[in-house]
């Protein structure tokens, strides 16, 4: 069965980086368009940032352009989020989720990504 397995996560203190992974198996990844989401205590899931099949194409969301990329390799079936100076409010539960289309109208949303992560717990100390 398909699986998306979230690492990387952990403790880090404001202006940090940590670099999240998530490898993916019992899929063909490389016709799977991956996303990044997010959830913090008592907020809703958002959107963070999303890749093409081959990689070459990426999208983010405001709150982390410039701040978050993401990469894939389709080798190693595992997709990435490097996040650089991280902020207290980037504290939340990190998903993976591997998508069917990749569209600017769709790829921010949660009900385009057919496979989900477990999720990786970020947690951003002032």
């Known amino acids: 069965q398909v699986q998306l397995v979230e690492s990387g996560g952990g403790l880090v203190q404001a202006g940090g980086s940590l670099r999240l992974s998530c490898a993916a198996s019992?899929?063909?990844?490389?016709?799977?368009?991956m996303g990044w989401f997010r959830q913090a205590p008592g907020k809703e899931r958002e959107f963070v940032g999303g890749?093409?099949?081959?990689?070459?194409?990426?999208y983010y969301a405001d709150s982390v352009k410039g701040r978050f990329t993401i990469s894939r390799d389709n080798g190693k079936n595992t997709v990435y989020v490097q996040m650089n100076s991280l902020k207290p409010e980037d504290t939340a539960v990190y998903y993976c989720a591997a998508g069917r289309r990749w569209a600017p109208g769709v790829i921010r949303s949660d009900a385009t990504y057919t496979y989900w992560g477990q999720g990786t717990p970020v947690t951003v100390s002032s």
């Open positions: 019992g899929l063909t990844f490389s016709d799977y368009p």
């Open positions: 890749i093409s099949k081959s990689g070459q194409s990426t």
